[in-house]
């Protein structure tokens, strides 16, 4: 073989290997780059959560626990300026007596609530505290009788009976009680079993002006009528009757 051959071979070989050596070396260096740019995205992201974390202090605040919402209740509506501006009249709504209310829940019952012009949304359970509210216009007329009630039904006579161990009902009229003996007993049964008894009594004349009527009922203790559970406690239905002159 030729000499000048061979010191060209080895000439080519050697810039060969440097070559390739610099193409490493700078494949190094791109990969380090990438590198440092992941772990500089990783760290700088606002609420990242990686494995760098458990090294390294970050500047992200610490989360905090939210507190656990209690249960809900049934909002309690806010009183107009007119409901909390009233002033006891000085005549109160008149009362018939028991033997008449039924005598006229029996031939044409008018109930006070259908004249009602404002109307709660009463859920099919009513939670201790939850406060149900009526605006009830009525013509500015003396005589003017509708029926004041509350009923009860239960899906058995027997439960039904045994649900009014554990309910206590309160009448209030313009700030005073009103006796339970100016209520009617109503009891009626119908055909799939179920059972309802119902409290009525007839207001049959109404002075001018702004009345309050209030029914409390109070669970004595937690009450099922068959279908629902109904907790302890006490809820209101309230009624604003409006007499015009």
């Known amino acids: ?8 071979t080895s000439i080519e070989e050697s810039d060969n290997k440097r ?9 190094v260096v791109i990969l380090g780059i990438c590198v440092l740019s992941v772990l500089a995205f990783l760290w700088f992201k606002p609420g990242q959560f990686s494995s760098i974390a458990d090294y390294f202090a970050s500047a992200t605040p610490t ?18 300026a007119t409901q909390q501006a009233w002033v006891k009249p000085a005549e109160l709504p008149h009362l018939a007596s028991a033997e008449e209310a039924k005598t006229r829940y029996e031939a044409n019952k008018v109930y006070l609530e ?18 149900y509210i009526f605006e009830i216009p009525l013509p500015g007329t003396s005589q003017f009788p509708v029926i004041w009630s509350y009923g009860w039904c239960a899906s058995l006579q027997e439960i039904m009976e045994d649900n009014f161990k554990h309910i206590q009902l309160d009448f209030i009229m313009d700030e005073s009680p009103v006796s339970i003996e100016n209520f009617a ?7 799939d079993g179920s059972y309802c008894r119902e409290y009525a009594a007839l207001i049959n004349a109404w002075p001018v002006g702004q009345h309050q009527l209030e029914t409390h009922v109070t669970f004595t203790e937690d009450v099922h009528d068959g279908w ?10 309230k009624y604003f009757v409006f007499v015009e002159q």
Do not use: C, K, W
């Not at 073989?1 to 060209?8: A, F, S």
């Not at 259908?114 to 406060?131: Q, Y």
């Open 1 to 8: 073989m030729d000499d000048n051959n061979i010191g060209t």
């Open 19 to 27: 070559r390739t050596m610099i193409i490493v070396m700078a494949g």
């Open 63 to 80: 989360l905090r626990p939210t507190r656990t919402p209690s249960p809900n209740q049934t909002p309690l509506p806010n009183l107009t």
């Open 114 to 131: 259908s004249f009602a012009s404002v109307v709660p949304e009463i859920p099919e359970v009513s939670e201790p505290g939850d406060l």
């Open 228 to 237: 629902n559970l109904y907790p302890a406690g006490t809820h209101t239905y």
């Open 185 to 191: 007993l109503i009891e009626t049964p119908y055909d």
